[in-house]
């Protein structure tokens, strides 16, 4: 045979197959662009330049590398739907007296034609619009745009090489399937009349209970370290039940329905209920992913968002006010005085004046509490993170300075205040030494502080006031009997300035610079400062985070579409034979849209019931480990998050439709 | 009572480009009276096919009239065909058309389903049908556990519980082993005994030899037709054999 004959064999073969094969195409050439856009980011001397460009660039790999392992696993998972419905095609092919290294020589010149097409493209598309990507993530970070146009050789170089593997496994991939099966088969393709599926009890059962159980774990957990230890666990759990429900309980419900028969012996009832009984034996797998998938997606996607959002919130509950200076340790009250008089002195050589100042003398730390006793923590005892109890102790003078009452305390008492948790009771026990509790401290202006903090807080928090500096000296020996202890406290020193922001962030390292120069140990910090470091890692997170929520929706909605397309492939013939018997093509409609309706909101709903029975646990994550303590603004950032992936959803649904009751019809 | 009536029917199919035209129904007429059992038969491409399609409502003629107790098929709305088909149609055809998703049961009762009508309602009209075919024992199955006689009596039972005014078999026992059609065959002659107008299509004479009468198609046009009468259905079935091998070698036409 002619060389052209293959060429033109392959060419003619994806046009025919063009309503799976352009999807595809598209699907690859998108992922593709997306894929180098990052890779462009990453590698850019645009990015490179940055001021936190370590931190940035490291995000970006971060976006690339999830990018190829999704683009990877997508393609792969479009391509094994292609083959399948092109088997009847090859087995022809091969019945007509193609042999198989014929057919593997036309499958090789297409693998190359949509490879070569596909790569082109989404390079194009990606150098075209990898300018867009940089200057949204410049408009993000707040920075300002750069002129100029570049396309990285490393980029280009990495994402012709990633999908040419991809391309290249796929096509392996097709040739052994078409190798390893026989003519007869390769006719039949995928329809071999199947059995009814039993109901599985056993898993729907270990489904509904490790679904219950991981819904337990979140709605319960009460401090963000158990949450961050536990959190994976319950994902797990969520992950387990949701395949578990999809694949055994859909079953049992639809069977179930099938059991109502005022319920089933309805014309669209009847007959999507009876074919998803079948459906589901094969596409239970695929909703549940859609599902886990679609739930990873809105969380991330609304948790960056809502970082991104809560910054200023985020910036004044860790800083109370806009500077705040520290010792390092607990120091001696000689060095608190001159610490103090270093940040005083220094406020006023700037020409500044030092409003709203908050001073504490303190002692923090963290303990286990078991009923009455505290015992210092050990970094094995981190596990039981629900007794864990942060306890900031001060004396009696400070209270008095501090809100003008007299606590009226004789050493070995105490005044307590919780902030979070329940009273431990009368008396504290401090390994050994012991404090009788003579009432409640009521510290107004801290708390105020601590109250928008609460969630970042461990399980428990306590103030507790002592009668002077050597009581709390003894409660500390007695903790930590091993250690040298010292008199002494930390030493925290808020104060605000009203300067503008240039005039605040030079404040921060003068102050350093004298602090250093003093030999003092203590550091300042601002929330200026502090607002270009948080922005420029919620920033790129939040780029990030639209960036995959972005190309998870459009895998979600790949293949959703290629799902349905198989069930329309499959359902033709059952609507054929409903149309003899009498179904009108207005019934056929509805019942499409009933039954593709179910399989695509099916997901998405139980999705939802994810997130929601997930907030209290993703709550306690953001506000402990990144400080975002604003609820109202995470509700509404997931509400609107799930918004627009519904409203992709519902656009996708409306495409999909269509196509199925065109190949239906 | 003339049930059916076929009036000048003529049907040509026109290609894409409408450059090339086929006829197949030149000019076909007859009638079916209420209770009877009517065989057409026909080789490949005389147009048999097309002539069922046009009688069920699933194809529209180029020209002529079909009326079904006189109301005109081609005056009943697009939006209604679809329940005419389902209320007064019956259907078998040669490869059962049951869904494999169904059991028995509720392929049966799907044409009842689209209808709206109740399930108690169902339930009472299956009964009799199913004892009348034998079947009342596997309904629970699914047809991939039955043999192929078991799935055409479920088709006719399908076909049956509408209670249509006419009964259309597209090559009912083409699938079938010799056993099978023969109970399938004398199935028909007792629905037919009972009062059910019967229209069958078939290549087969034994299968013929069963009907009332037998029509003969031949290019588009009904070429001959021959009524059993008394005869014993050897003798007729030796008739229609006759018939065939005439008209087969080119014999002319006698009425």
Known sequence: MRKGFYTKLAVTNLRKNAQTYYPYIFASAATIMMFYNMM?????????????????RLVLELGVWVIGIFAFILLLYINSFLIKRRKKEFGLFNILGMEKKHIARVMLIETAVTALVCIGLGLAAGILFGKLGLLLLLKILRMDAVYGFEVPLRAVVVTVLLFGAIFLINLVYNVFQVHLSKPIELLKGGNVGEKEPRTKWLIALIGAASLGGGYYISLTVKSPITALLLFFVAVILVIIGTYGLFTAGSIAILKALRRNKRFYYRTGPFISVSGMIYRMKQNAAGLASICILSTMVIVMVSSTVSLYAGLEETLRSLFYREIQVNSDDVIPEEQIGRLEQAVTDTVRQSGLDIRNPFILRHVTLLAVRDGNAFTLVRAASFGDGDNLALLIMTTAEEYRRLEGVEAGLSEGEALIQVIKGEMPGDTLDFGGYTLSVQGQADFAS???????????????????????????????????????????????????????????????????????????????????????????????LFFLGLYLGALFILGTVLIIYYKQITEGFDDKERFAIMTKVGLSLDEIKRTIRFQVLSVFYLPLVMAVCHIAAAFPVIRKLISGIFGMTDVSLYVTCTALTILVFAVCYALIYALTARTYYRIVR | MTLLEVRNL????????????????????????????????????????????????????????????????????????????????????????????FNLRDNIF??????????????????????????????????????????????????????????????????????????????????????????????????????????????????????????????????????????????????
């Open chain 1, 40 to 56: 462009y980011l990453f590698t850019s001397r645009a990015v490179r330049g940055m001021n936190d460009s370590q931190a940035i």
């Open chain 1, 446 to 540: 801290m708390l105020r502080g601590y109250e928008a903090q609460k969630d970042s807080l461990p399980a428990q928090g306590y103030l507790i006031v002592t009668a002077n500096g050597e009581d709390l000296l003894r409660v500390r020996k007695a903790l930590d009997p091993e250690k040298q202890h010292d008199p002494g406290y930390n030493f925290s020193y808020q104060f605000d300035t009203n300067a503008g922001r240039d005039a605040q962030l030079e404040l921060v390292s003068a102050i350093n610079a004298s602090l250093d120069e003093l030999g003092l140990p203590g550091h300042a910090s601002g929330r200026e400062g502090a607002r270009e470091t948080y922005l420029t890692m919620y920033g790129v």
């Open chain 2, 10 to 101: 003529k049907k040509v199919y026109t290609s894409r480009f409408g450059n090339h035209q086929v006829q197949a129904l030149s000019n076909v007429s007859f009638t079916i009276e209420e209770g009877e059992f009517v065989a057409i038969m026909g080789e490949s491409g005389s147009g048999k096919t097309t002539l069922l399609n046009i009688l069920a409502a699933l194809d529209a003629p180029t020209s002529g009239e079909v009326l079904l107790a006189g109301r005109s098929l081609t005056s009943i709305p697009e939006k209604e065909i679809s329940a005419f088909r389902r209320d007064r149609l019956g259907f078998v055809f040669q490869d059962f058309n049951l869904l494999d998703t």
């Open chain 2, 110 to 255: 799907l044409p009842l389903v689209l209808a709206g009508k109740s399930y108690r309602e169902m339930s009472e009209r299956l009964l009799p049908i199913a004892r009348t075919l034998g079947i009342s024992e596997i309904l629970d199955k699914f047809p991939y556990e039955v043999s192929g006689g078991q799935k055409q009596r479920a088709a006719v039972a399908r076909a049956l519980i509408t209670h249509p005014r006419i009964v259309l078999a597209d090559e009912p026992t083409g699938a079938l082993d010799s056993r099978s059609s023969d109970e399938l065959l004398n199935l028909f002659g007792e629905i037919n005994r009972q009062g059910q107008t019967i229209l069958m299509v078939t290549h087969s004479v034994k299968a013929a030899s069963h009907a009332n009468r037998v029509m003969f198609i031949k290019d588009g046009e009904v070429f001959h037709q021959i009524y059993r009468a008394s005869k014993t259905r050897h003798e007729f079935y030796q008739q229609i054999s006759d018939a065939l091998t005439v008209i087969a070698t080119g014999g002319g036409r006698d009425a």
